[in-house]
């Protein structure tokens, strides 16, 4: 198999890339694994590329800068799968931009994006459970096109549920009639 994944988000503990790093220590398979932020603790960064220069040969993993914000969902479109082992996320934008751009994520549990393996958009994984994110990259790295056109028109799907307007309004006007 073969595939790529992308991680987009400042360069701090608190979004875990170390995590999303080493969890592709055990994989097989031909990996590109890009990262995109900028880099905000030298200290935490050089953490990620001491576990960059462990991986296996078969992966590979790039820091590709900032990307341009009139071109998020162009080049989140052209990767395999989102990954985003975040420690927290009151909304997580770049989990929707993600989902929006047609691209699959596997997640932490601790963003509001629940429910996305039901959904066939991704996953969203306790963070103690690495072996639960293993299994979710190795599942994106041996799925067939068909299965990956699949899970691409369910994360626009997902994210279009999740923003659908006529639900917020009828939302908004049941909460409002409660007052």
């Known amino acids: 198999g073969k595939a790529s994944f992308v991680f987009f988000?400042?360069?701090?503990?608190?979004?875990?890339?170390?995590s999303a790093i080493k969890y592709f220590d055990t994989i097989d398979g031909e990996v590109n694994f890009d990262i995109y932020?900028?880099?905000?603790?030298?200290?935490?960064?050089k953490e990620c590329q001491d576990a960059i220069s462990k991986l296996p040969p078969n992966i590979t993993?790039?820091?590709?800068?900032i990307i341009d914000h009139d071109h998020v969902f162009e080049?989140?479109?052209?990767?395999?799968?989102?990954?985003?082992?975040?420690?927290?996320?009151?909304?997580g934008?770049?989990?929707?931009?993600a989902l929006f751009s047609e691209c699959p994520v596997i997640i932490s549990d601790q963003t509001p994006w629940r429910g996305l393996e039901e959904?066939?958009?991704?996953?969203?994984?306790?963070?103690?459970?690495?072996s639960k994110f293993i299994q979710a990259i190795n599942h994106v790295?041996?799925?067939?096109?068909?299965?990956?056109?699949?899970?691409?028109s369910h994360s626009k799907k997902y994210a279009n549920s999740k923003?659908?307007?006529?639900?917020?309004?009828?939302?908004?006007?049941?909460?409002l009639n409660t007052l």
């Open 93 to 97: 934008h770049v989990i929707s931009e």
């Open 61 to 65: 993993v790039k820091h590709k800068g």
């Open 141 to 152: 790295v041996h799925i067939d096109d068909n299965e990956q056109l699949k899970m691409r």
């Open 9 to 18: 988000s400042r360069i701090v503990p608190k979004k875990n890339l170390i």
């Open 75 to 91: 080049v989140l479109s052209q990767y395999d799968a989102f990954l985003f082992p975040t420690w927290s996320e009151n909304f």
């Open 119 to 130: 959904a066939g958009a991704g996953w969203d994984i306790e963070l103690d459970n690495s």
């Open 163 to 175: 923003f659908n307007l006529e639900n917020l309004k009828n939302e908004y006007i049941k909460a």
């Open 37 to 45: 932020g900028p880099i905000e603790d030298d200290i935490y960064w």
